[in-house]
């Protein structure tokens, strides 16, 4: 089992840039394929980012690709995401998510594929 506490956020004018960093507990953080999710208010969460065990694979949204990076230290158990460009489109409550499933590749974004989730933290980005 993993612990998953996301820090960094906060609010922001458009143009900005925030850092958001999720720090894993546990040993075997490289086992796991991590991810950011977002949630707007009454939207449904969707997906972000993903990095695979190795951070050598990595997917992203297209509203985010080329303003976003995923990126993990295994030897620190953390995974952040660099957001650049940021715009009003981008507010929601950031999760940061684990899956242990050996099966889980870089490929899945869909949010159910991952079992362990941290507690969230707000991005607001103002026009």
């Known amino acids: 089992q993993v612990q998953l506490v996301e820090s960094g956020g906060g609010s922001v004018q458009a143009g900005g840039s925030l850092r958001l960093s999720c720090a894993a507990s546990g040993r075997t953080f490289s086992s796991y394929v991590m991810g950011w999710f977002r949630q707007a208010p009454g939207e449904e969460r969707e997906f972000v980012a993903i990095i695979s065990r190795s951070g050598g694979s990595t997917s992203y949204a297209n509203s985010v690709k080329g303003r976003f990076t995923i990126s993990r230290d295994n030897a620190k158990n953390m995974v952040d995401l660099q957001m650049n460009s940021l715009k009003p489109e981008d507010t929601g409550v950031y999760y940061c998510?684990?899956?242990?499933?050996?099966?889980?590749?870089?490929?899945?974004?869909?949010?159910?594929?991952?079992?362990?989730w941290g507690q969230g933290t707000q991005v607001t980005v103002s026009s």
């Open positions: 998510a684990a899956s242990a499933d050996y099966a889980t590749t870089s490929a899945d974004t869909r949010p159910s594929t991952y079992k362990y």
